[in-house]
């Protein structure tokens, strides 16, 4: 059944057990809706450019005091974030779904991301160590020290609401910046509550500098005074990849730090070998998670010809059966779209997609609960001639484009085929192809996977993609030197001076 508790005052009392004082989100300028039924759940204040600088040179200040503190001690601020974060796991995760639209053990799941992240960056607290190199010059050591950077800025998209800006704050925070987050205009709310959650960390740890996060709400003049400020020099940005050409090139232009996750463009490789019914689970989840809108998404499918027809005869199967309705019902596996505007670009793509020999199975809108300004659809499968310009695009909703190949090299050459690089995978039970997959001449990805789709990624590995996903990198693996700035020190302990490189230049 699905449930018909009113989103607007279920938003409340979720904000208001998070601790979001209520006047934070009533009266507001800018009305944000629940993708569930289309109705304001709320109206935040905005921040201007004058409200921006303020908040940012109050983060630099607080950058300032935080750097000295012990990396460990600073993890500890992390660590009870991580505690907050397990209180607050039900009403977060049920807030995301309300803002979001995805459906609950996804909207929990991105929590427990949040809280995986922190418990990762408290203990790497106790491990930001460098390299020690062997010198040329006899009594001399050289070394390398990682120190803070200075205010990391962080924009996030409405998908991931909160997770993102936990992959960057935890991993800023241990090593010595504070941060200040531009969160998506669609899910101000979601941003609102895990700040308040801050706070509770923030006072338990005591002597947390004002401004060491904070919080900017509002549209793209907001972001743009981010961006630009002198006092920021690193901004790592999630999101399309039309949001990283304007990001990128100022950042350049004042040589400050980019880390750029942006669009995917996602397919899997489906081989004779592969187990069809593992693969047509892992492909359902993949293709039809957080009703497409993960970046990582999977979008391609390319399959060999002998299994394609008993595979997607699966598929379509499946893609008809799924429940689509009100995300907080637990029956449900696909939630809304965002809004109305990635119904027409689905809409959209599907019928440049038949233009172009499409063959589209689904992707009609589904009326839930009579709620006119929602968004449902049920999910699309487009079999495809060929991988047209719409397949090389990416599309942020449920439409899988199907495609056969014939020798497995064709299957790598349109894999790699599209602008985007961020995850991949491929289903095969057969040694070799798995390993020419992840081999040099295989994905040219930042994400390459063996019999899982290509979403869901756990925070240990470094999280990002190459061409025009952007090339930086989030979360685990040693992600965290992109948030510290590396000096490299010759220490000389002898009584002579020698040179580098045999140069000599002796002084009377
Ligand atoms: C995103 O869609 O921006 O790998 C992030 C995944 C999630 C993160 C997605 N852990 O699908």
Same mark, same amino acid.
């Given at each position: ?25 009533? $009266?507001?300028? *800018? ?22 600088? !303020?908040?940012? /040179? ?9 750097? %000295? ?19 607050? %796991? ?21 929590? +427990?991301?949040?809280?995986?992240? @922190? ?9 930001? @160590?460098? *390299? ?56 101000? *709310?979601?941003?609102? !509550? ?34 630009? &400020? ?40 489906? @081989?004779? =070998? ?14 039809? $998670? ?36 009100? #995300? ?19 809409? +959209? ?5 038949? !233009? ?7 992707? /009609?809108?589904? &009326? ?16 495809? #001639? ?33 602008? /985007?690089?961020?995850?991949? =995978? ?18 040219? @990805? ?8 290509? =979403? ?19 979360? $685990? =693996?040693?992600?965290? %030197? ?27």
């Amino acid at each position: 059944m699905t449930p018909v508790a009113p989103v607007t005052e279920e938003a409340a009392s979720l904000l208001t057990e998070l601790g979001v004082p209520r006047d934070s989100f009533v $009266g507001g300028a *800018l009305e944000v809706r629940s993708p569930i039924n289309g109705e304001a759940i709320g109206r935040v204040w905005t921040t201007d450019a004058g409200g921006a600088n !303020a908040a940012i /040179q109050s983060a630099h200040e607080a950058f300032l005091y935080w750097r %000295k503190l012990p990396a460990p001690q600073r993890g500890e601020l992390v660590r009870l974030l991580g505690e907050e974060l397990r209180a607050g %796991k039900t009403a977060l995760g049920r807030l995301v779904t309300i803002e979001a639209g995805k459906i609950l053990s996804e909207g929990l799941g991105e929590v +427990q991301e949040m809280i995986d992240i @922190c418990t990762f960056a408290a203990g790497l607290s106790r491990q930001l @160590c460098g *390299l020690t190199i062997a010198t040329e010059r006899p009594m001399h050591r050289m070394m390398e020290t990682w120190h803070p950077l200075g205010v990391t800025g962080i924009v996030s998209a409405f998908n991931f609401p909160v997770a993102v800006w936990s992959w960057n704050a935890a991993l800023a925070l241990i090593c010595g910046n504070a941060v200040v987050w531009k969160p998506s205009e669609k899910t101000p *709310l979601t941003a609102l !509550a895990t700040q308040a959650l801050f706070h509770r960390a923030a006072a338990r740890f005591g002597g947390v500098p004002d401004g060491l996060s904070a919080v900017l709400i509002g549209g793209k003049e907001t972001g743009e005074a981010l961006v630009g &400020h002198a006092l920021v020099p690193l901004v790592s940005a999630t999101g399309s990849t039309s949001m990283g050409r304007q990001v990128a090139p100022r950042l350049a232009a004042r040589f400050a730090r980019a880390i750029l996750e942006l669009g995917g463009n996602n397919a899997a490789i489906v @081989c004779p =070998s592969a187990d069809l019914d593992l693969a047509l689970r892992a492909i359902a989840f993949a293709a039809m $998670g957080t009703a497409g809108q993960r970046c990582t998404s999977l979008r391609r499918l390319i399959v060999h010809e002998d299994v394609y027809h008993e595979l997607v005869t699966g598929l379509k199967r499946v893609y008809a059966s799924v429940n689509i309705g009100d #995300p907080r019902d637990r029956a449900t596996l696909v939630g809304p779209l965002i809004d109305g505007r990635a119904f027409t670009a689905m809409q +959209q793509a599907l019928s440049e997609a038949k !233009a172009a020999g499409g063959l589209v199975t689904g992707g /009609q809108r589904v &009326h839930v609960n009579s709620h006119n300004e929602a968004f449902y659809v049920r999910p699309a499968i487009v079999e495809m #001639p060929s991988q047209s310009d719409v397949v090389r695009r990416e599309t942020f909703a449920p439409i899988l484009y199907a495609m056969k190949y014939r020798d497995f090299e064709e299957a790598i050459r349109l894999h790699n085929d599209v602008p /985007q690089g961020l995850a991949s =995978s491929i289903f095969t039970s057969d040694l070799r192809e798995a390993e020419s997959f992840l081999s040099t001449e295989g994905s040219d @990805c930042g994400i390459a996977n063996v019999n899982i789709g290509p =979403s869901g990624a756990e925070i240990g590995g470094a999280f990002g993609g190459e061409k025009d996903t952007g090339g930086g990198r989030e979360s $685990g =693996s040693d992600v965290w %030197k992109s948030y510290m700035r590396r000096a490299t020190n010759t220490i000389n302990y002898g009584r002579d001076l020698p040179l580098a490189q045999g140069v000599r230049f002796d002084v009377e």
